[in-house]
């Protein structure tokens, strides 16, 4: 019984629609980690190096970065779905499709990753940024070449947890029509009541999770001076 219900799920055409799912997701993922990061990044040092005790304080800069941040990480992410489609459809250009999600899922994902990125920043030591201050260095090289190096440790255990939330999210690109995984556990596992679909497509998902998880823990330790001179 068990090698028949093998056999008819890992078909070569059901292994090719899973392949094609997990691709989609996985470029979704990915390109939305990317353009987050890119986004999130600056505003994480400029969170930063603007708070009471950061290298360039400025309270009014710190606070207006800050409300916003806070603003659009508190909005549940099916309402900024939902609420934002006007936006996504002038900026992407569709309100539906894997296109338009990735947008949503910047938009969401950016001021989350630019916490990730302040909280990473503050483990610092404070004597190390004091003492390239000594040194004459200037903001911009203490950020660089001091802060950032610093933290790469915990800004690659930030990008994990990061990427997999992102990840976790992907299944709801099928409210816009999008495509991945997500669709095949609704559409098949939920709608037309197969639910071998429905499983693998969630194991599947778990699978990724985990894949990338200790991928970017192990850099994580592999950047990390203190794990290596042990």
Do not use: W
């Not at 999008?178 to 009541?193: D, E, S």
């Amino acid at each position: 019984r068990m090698s028949e219900i093998f056999q008819n799920t890992f078909t070569p055409q059901n292994l090719a629609f899973f392949g094609e799912a997990v691709k989609s997701t996985l470029i979704v993922t990915i390109v939305s980690t990317f353009l987050a990061y890119l986004i999130g990044v600056p505003l994480g040092i400029l969170l930063y190096g603007t708070s009471k005790n950061g290298i360039f304080p400025n309270r009014y800069v710190n606070g207006a970065v800050g409300f916003v941040v806070n603003v659009i990480r508190s909005i549940p992410f099916i309402i900024l779905l939902v609420s934002t489609q006007p936006l996504a459809a002038a900026v992407v250009g569709t309100r539906i499709g894997d296109t338009a999600f990735i947008f949503h899922l910047v938009l969401a994902a950016a001021p989350f990753v630019a916490r990730m990125i302040e909280s990473s920043l503050r483990e610092v030591d404070n004597g190390v940024i004091e003492a390239a201050q000594a040194m004459g260095s200037t903001n911009f090289q203490i950020m660089m070449k001091v802060v950032v190096p610093e933290a790469k440790p915990s800004l690659i255990l930030g990008a994990a947890i990061a990427i997999t939330t992102i990840l976790g999210y992907t299944p709801m690109t099928y409210l816009i029509g999008g495509g991945g995984l997500g669709k095949v556990a609704i559409q098949f596992g939920l709608y037309r009541n197969e639910p071998d679909k429905m499983y693998i497509s969630s194991l599947l998902l778990i699978i990724l999770v985990q894949i990338l998880q200790e991928v970017l823990n192990y850099l994580a330790k592999a950047c990390d001076k203190r794990i290596r001179n042990k």
